[in-house]
């Protein structure tokens, strides 16, 4: 017995759940016969994280279109084309630390998935690339329209350790923004303290450098606090949105966002050692 949820939203944009019948059945098989789509495109959308199955262990991706639905187990399928038909940005291998990897993640990479798909995240990025293979779980979030250093655990200890460091705020991290206006020069930080979504908020930022033939200025930002686009708001609110944030700042903005994560630091959660990571940045005026 099978059932169709939701509406069709376009012709190859629609969801499926599939209720097994108590016979062991290929994966792929079982949504040929309820969505009439091809095998080379069900395969292509497990492959990319859009299948999903509910059995005794909760509810998983499959990705091995050889995978069966046994007993009275339930697949789902999440096919989106617009999804499907990303191709993800190569993300370069900053270090590899065996337990952890450190990556300079590119823009419009994500930083994790949705129910459509995964292909494009930075932890399916490590899992397809890194030797041996090792699984991927995320330590934190950086924008997608961002770019820079990112962590990516490898054993859920350790992802569980970095979160501890994060949520403790003791991994210091710097950031490098290319904004506009002359930002007011000063011997030290200056604090910008506003709350985002209702919770307090607090970044810390310093002029490097202005051009007057663009009036756009270089900003180095420090954040106690990891709000959803903290660094991007903060600073529209002074007046000096972010280039390329079409978000917070000006709409016929056409560049990439120029925000790049070029520092992190922490003491090892393997070997207690301390650590230094840094990218240059690609962004400038």
Not at 74 to 103: F, Q
Not at 184 to 196: A, C, D, F, M, P
Request: positive net charge.
């Amino acid at each position: 017995m099978s059932q169709l949820f939701g509406v069709i939203l376009s012709i190859m944009k629609f969801e499926s759940h599939v209720q097994g019948d108590k016979t062991t059945r290929e994966i792929v098989e079982i949504l040929v016969d309820e969505t009439g789509l091809s095998k080379r495109r069900l395969k292509d959308a497990m492959h990319k994280g859009a299948v999903w199955v509910t059995g005794v262990r909760g509810t998983q991706r499959v990705r091995g279109w050889r995978k069966t639905l046994e007993d009275s187990g339930i697949v789902h399928l999440y096919y989106d084309e617009n999804v499907l038909s990303e191709i993800p940005t190569a993300a370069v291998l900053v270090s590899d630390e065996g337990a952890y990897s450190i990556w300079n993640k590119p823009f419009g990479m994500r930083s994790q998935g949705s129910k459509w798909a995964d292909h494009c995240t930075i932890t399916r990025w490590a899992e397809k690339h890194l030797q041996p293979f090792r699984p991927a779980f995320l330590v934190h979030r950086l924008d997608r329209a961002a770019s820079g250093l990112m962590i990516v655990a490898h054993e859920k200890r350790i992802a569980s350790q970095f979160g501890k460091l994060f949520e403790t705020r003791v991994i210091e991290k710097r950031y490098r923004a290319t904004v506009h206006g002359c930002v007011r020069e000063t011997g030290s930080s200056l604090l910008i303290e506003s709350k985002v979504d209702g919770r307090e908020a607090r970044s810390h930022y310093k002029r490097e450098l202005y051009d007057a033939g663009s009036d756009k200025s270089v900003v180095v930002v420090e954040i106690e606090t990891g709000r959803k686009h903290q660094i991007r708001r903060h600073l529209a609110e002074i007046g000096h949105p972010v280039v390329g944030d079409r978000l917070y700042g000006s709409p016929g903005d056409r560049e990439d966002l120029q925000l790049v994560s070029e520092f992190l630091a922490f003491d090892c959660p393997v070997g207690g050692d301390r650590k230094e990571f840094r990218v240059a940045s690609q962004h400038g005026i």
